[in-house]
T-cell receptor, first 127, second 107 residues
Framework: QVQLVQSGAEVKKPGSSVKISCEAPAGTLFTYGISWVRQAPGQGLEWMGRIIPLLDVPKYAEKFQDRITVTADRSTHTAYMELKSLRSDDTAIYFCARDVRGAYYNVLTGYHYYMDVWGNGTTITVS | SYELTQPPSVSVSPGQTARITCSGDALANKHTYWYQQKSGQAPLLVIYEDAKRPSAIPLRFSGSTSGTVATLTITGARVDDEADYYC???????????FGGGTKLTV
């Protein structure tokens, strides 16, 4: 059973930054990407961004483009998500998920990736 | 930005068929993915690439797409299937990956 282990809960002040981690089984980041998804209290899922394996090219949702950085360290098989300029409405559970390359390919935009295994989430409270 | 529209809630009796829809302008050309999320848990992939089912997912879960509407069907729904269900896809440019607003299934 593949497991993604996320770092512990964080409490942050408005305006500050947070960096959370997601450790995958050894070798994962050579084959799979990692996506980050958040869920505010009582709300739905919101895709934030992903990092594509080997290319090390991040792709971000437009909403977070100016504040998010997603990185991956293949030597430690750990992915990271940093969010800056935190606001109270950033309070949420943040999930990492393993991205699998799908069958769809576009010559301009490349392959589609989708999330098949999820971490248990990291709670970030901004207050 | 791009939007996927789901009904807020669907309710069926045990053993009945539950159908959850997801509408999006690009769904005729892009794959849809479906996730189940039970209370307090991480999401679980139940359907990928419109109609494919991960090996651990029961046969009663199926997916289909007709035009711009994707449908998750649970045939013979069980009380254990009570959860929030989210569709996930992208727009025609592949630049806006989004989840639908989620549908609460009551069995």
């Amino acid at each position: 059973q593949v497991q993604l282990v996320q770092s512990g809960a964080e409490v942050k002040k408005p305006g500050s930054s947070v960096k959370i981690s997601c450790e995958a089984p050894a070798g994962t980041l050579f084959t799979y990407g990692i996506s980050w998804v958040r869920q505010a209290p009582g709300q739905g899922l919101e895709w934030m961004g992903r990092i594509i394996p080997l290319l090390d090219v991040p792709k971000y949702a437009e909403k977070f483009q100016d504040r998010i950085t997603v990185t991956a360290d293949r030597s430690t098989h750990t992915a990271y998500m940093e969010l800056k300029s935190l606001r109270s409405d950033d309070t949420a559970i943040y999930f990492c998920a393993r991205d699998v390359r799908g069958a769809y390919y576009n010559v301009l935009t490349g392959y589609h990736y989708y999330m098949d295994v999820w971490g248990n989430g990291t709670t970030i409270t901004v207050s | 930005s791009y939007e996927l529209t789901q009904p807020p809630s669907v309710s069926v009796s045990p053993g009945q068929t539950a159908r959850i829809t997801c509408s999006g302008d690009a769904l005729a050309n892009k794959h849809t993915y479906w996730y189940q999320q039970k209370s307090g848990q991480a999401p679980l992939l139940v359907i990928y690439e419109d109609a494919k089912r991960p090996s651990a997912i029961p046969l009663r879960f199926s997916g289909s797409t007709s035009g711009t509407v994707a449908t998750l069907t649970i045939t013979g729904a069980r009380v254990d299937d009570e959860a929030d269900y989210y569709c996930y896809s992208t727009d025609l440019s592949d630049n806006h990956w989004v989840f639908g607003g989620g549908t609460k299934l009551t069995v």
